[in-house]
């Protein structure tokens, strides 16, 4: 069990839900996740063709259902007859595993995640990451918010009382997220640290950080340096215990993992 002082601080947010138990971006994965006791929940959203925001990661649905083809040249009728858990740990399957109830892996609206959360009676946050977001020239973070306006979430008093972030790799994307709603908080995801940013400063519209774990493997100090420069650290995506404490130990804020209830345990929230 980590034994710093700090651990309890650390918010655990269940990456694609508890898609290490249950197959990724599905209301099994995010029911498993608020079960396990889960902070908040990750989740990826595209566009489909007919302007639907749906839970999906890749830009084809070809990796995680039974079907083929981009998700933003699909109609949500088209996505809902797939099935999203047929891949989860069968991957030579050619038909789906038992999930139980088939709306449990069938494709997840951002709305119907919404509901879950609302339904979840405790406070769950909600991390949104706008995948591709250039792709629609602003249409991705105009549905988001309109959606959100529509759970009372798109205006909170205060970025300290948002439930809900928007993440992203798009420094674009967030500047428009945070154009049109100021107080929702905002984390700019990194998969390396450009030179102009590496002493912990963030592009405009951005106000959380996101590395991954290998930028905080390699470069543990980034996180201090983040810290003086009075932003937040939300890491991702860290499975395994040597990560858990390295995380702990530097005082991050957000452990972003697949595996929430083994990272509960491990900070002593069993
Ligand atoms: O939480 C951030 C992380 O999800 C970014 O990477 O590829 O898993 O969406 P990816
Ligand atoms: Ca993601």
Redesign the pocket.
Known sequence: MVTQARQNHIQVVA?RGASEDAPEHTLAAYMKAIADGADAL?C?VRLTADGHLVCV?DRRVNRTSNGRGAVSALELADLTALDFGTWKGREDATESPDWGDPSLTSVLTLERLLELVADSGRRVELAI?TKHPTRWAGQVEERLLQLLGRFGLAAPATAEDSSVRV?SFSARSLHRVAAAAPTIPTVY?MQFVSPRLRDGRLPAGARIA?PSIRIVRNHPAYIERLHRAGHRAHV??VNEPADVELCAGLGVEAI?TNRPRQVLSQLGRP
């Open positions: 990456h990750e990826d990661h990451e993440m995801l996101g991702w995506t972003i």
